[in-house]
């Protein structure tokens, strides 16, 4: 099996900066995209950043030029650096990966337990 573990959320005051880390481990052979998401109290899930196998950046427009993601593929790992953060990205995040591990059947997306971001004002 393959477990996702989220870590660096917490409290901050707006314009501070955080720096999230995943690590994925168990059965895990190569992951190809992972990425970050997030859900504020009352909305959906929505994506805010994704990375391919090649380092290839994307993002929802609202962090873009503030938050930047990326990868250690060796560690299995993915970050993500959020900087002048404001109160609007409160939320839990989460990560996810599409993980190969070897054999098909038990390969897939997988999701982190998330942690939690406040921006305070």
């Known amino acids: 099996q393959v477990q996702l573990v989220e870590s660096g959320g917490g409290l901050v005051q707006a314009g501070g900066s955080l720096r999230l880390s995943c690590v994925a481990s168990g059965s895990v052979f190569s992951i190809n995209a992972m990425s970050w998401h997030r859900q504020a109290p009352g909305k959906q899930r929505e994506l805010v950043a994704g990375i391919n196998v090649d380092g290839s950046t994307s993002y929802v427009e609202s962090v873009k030029g503030r938050f930047t993601m990326s990868r250690d593929n060796a560690k299995n790992m993915a970050y993500l650096q959020m900087n002048s953060l404001k109160p609007e990205d409160t939320a839990v995040y989460y990560c996810?990966?599409?993980?190969?591990?070897?054999?098909?059947?038990?390969?897939?997306?997988?999701w982190g337990q998330g942690t939690q971001v406040t921006v305070s004002s």
């Open positions: 996810n990966a599409d993980v190969y591990t070897g054999k098909w059947y038990q390969s897939g997306d997988f």
